[in-house]
Nanobody, 124 residues
Framework: QVQLVESGGGLVQPGGSLRLSCVVSGLTVDYNDIGWFRQAPGKEREGVSC????????YYKDSVKDRFIISRDNAKNTVYLQMNSLKPEDTAVYYC?????????????????WGQGTQVTVSS
């Protein structure tokens, strides 16, 4: 049984940082493409970042480039999303998702497994 469990969300002031974790069981992160998505109230879920299987190529939504960093720890079977210089518009529930091989990484329908999400609120 595949499970993805996110953690690390919370309330942070603008300009602050958070690190989200996605602990995966039932599949191996370095053999699968792992994505981070977010969904704000009243908005569609959107792709934030992805780390590909094998060589670990990384991809980012334009608005988070140079602020967010996706990484993985194969030994812990965990994927991280380091979020820096957070802005109020980053407020959303953040989800991690997994699939064997993704083509359009930012499209949620391409992913087979999802976590339950973790709330990130950026506010002063």
């Amino acid at each position: 049984q595949v499970q993805l469990v996110e953690s690390g969300g919370g309330l942070v002031q603008p300009g602050g940082s958070l690190r989200l974790s996605c602990v995966v069981s039932g599949l191996t992160v370095d053999y699968n493409d792992i994505g981070w998505f977010r969904q704000a109230p009243g908005k569609e879920r959107e792709g934030v970042s992805c780390i590909s299987s094998g060589d670990g190529s990384t991809y980012y939504k334009d608005s988070v480039k140079d602020r967010f960093i996706i990484s993985r720890d194969n030994a812990k079977n965990t994927v991280y999303l380091q979020m820096n210089s957070l802005k109020p518009e980053d407020t959303a529930v953040y989800y991690c998702a997994a699939t064997a091989m993704v083509t359009l990484w930012w499209e949620s329908y391409n992913y087979d497994y999802w976590g339950q999400g973790t709330q990130v609120t950026v506010s002063s």
